[in-house]
């Protein structure tokens, strides 16, 4: 994807970007930068801060167990980005919960990878084990996508 692509998305964000958005400029978390739809590579991220390597996206109904997601996001982690996701209805509904994520992401997280391949998905008070978030996906129509290493 082009600048140019991400400059009209800049144009035109969502509700649930602007949203996100009001708590994440003006360097609000931690003293972090992110910037919004960003290009990196042939993709576009929502939010990323670039000091801390940590890309923060929004998804809709249209991202589930998306394989063009799944390919997008492995490409991502292997350019060394750790890569929080959160529901449309999330960001809307729930906003001090997933700023609080995020803050902790940038925060507690030094950013090296942990040896186990499981990653503990947080869902109506409990903690699921799984190899892939996406098949939580089709499992479950509610799920927070804060990431807890074992």
Same mark, same amino acid.
């Given at each position: 994807m082009s600048r140019e692509a991400a400059r009209a998305l800049r144009k035109k964000p969502t509700e649930t970007e602007r949203a996100l958005w009001r708590h994440l400029r003006l360097r609000q978390m931690n003293g972090f930068k992110f910037r919004r739809q960003q290009a990196l590579g042939r993709y +576009?991220?929502?939010?990323v801060c670039l000091e801390?390597?940590?890309i923060v996206e929004v998804d809709g109904g249209q991202h589930v167990a998306s394989a063009k997601d799944m390919e997008r996001t492995?490409?991502?982690k292997n350019q060394g980005f750790h890569?929080?996701?959160f529901w449309n209805n999330q960001v809307l509904?729930? +906003?001090e919960s997933v700023t609080k994520a995020i803050w902790e992401a940038l925060s507690g997280k030094d950013g090296t990878p942990h040896l186990n391949p499981y990653t503990l998905y947080f869902f109506e008070?409990?903690?699921i084990?799984?190899?892939s978030r996406f098949?939580?996906?089709a499992t479950f129509s509610l799920c927070e996508f804060c990431e807890f290493y074992l």
């Open positions: +576009i991220v929502d939010f801390k390597k940590l492995d490409w991502l890569v929080l996701r509904s729930e +906003i008070g409990s903690y084990r799984s190899r098949s939580l996906f």
